[in-house]
C-alpha cells in the first residue's frame, strides 16, 4: 500500500478530484496549508503599508491506494494540478505498514 501526499494550488482542486474519480478514487482527505518553496511568497499592499505575505495557500490531498494504482494516481494528479508555473506543488509517495478500517476492523488492502 502507498500513501501520496500532493500539495497542489487551491484552484485545481475540483479539477484533480474529477480525474481521480474518473480513475476510481473514492477516499481523498482535503486540508488546507500554507507553504512556500521556489516560488518564497510575494509583498502586498494594505493600507498604505508594504508587507511579505511568506506562505501562501495551498491544498494538500492525502489519498491512501494499492501498489498497482500509484503510476495511475501520481499521473492523474501531475495532469490535473499542472499549470507549467512555478508553485504548481509537489506529490510525496510513502509506503503504508498497514491501514485499518475503525468501523469493520478490515485491516490491509480491504480497509481501503
Not at 8 to 27: H, Q, T
Given at each position: 500500500m ?6 497542489i ?54 489519498i ?13 494528479i501531475?495532469k490535473?494540478?499542472q ?12 509506503s ?11 485491516r490491509g488492502?480491504?480497509?481501503?
Amino acid at each position: 500500500m502507498k500513501k501520496v501526499e500532493a500539495v497542489i494550488k487551491p484552484f485545481k482542486l475540483d479539477e484533480v478530484k474529477d480525474k481521480l474519480n474518473e480513475i476510481g478514487i473514492k477516499g481523498i482527505t482535503v486540508s488546507e496549508v500554507k507553504g512556500f518553496g521556489r516560488q518564497k511568497g510575494h509583498t502586498e499592499l494594505y493600507r498604505g503599508a508594504e508587507y511579505v505575505v511568506d506562505f501562501l495557500p495551498k491544498i494538500k490531498l492525502e489519498i491512501v491506494i494499492t501498489d498497482n494504482q500509484l503510476d495511475e494516481v501520481v499521473n492523474a494528479i501531475i495532469k490535473s494540478a499542472q499549470t507549467g508555473r512555478i508553485g504548481d506543488g509537489k506529490i510525496f509517495v510513502t509506503s503504508l505498514e498497514e491501514t485499518i478500517r475503525i468501523r469493520t476492523g478490515e485491516r490491509g488492502e480491504d480497509a481501503i
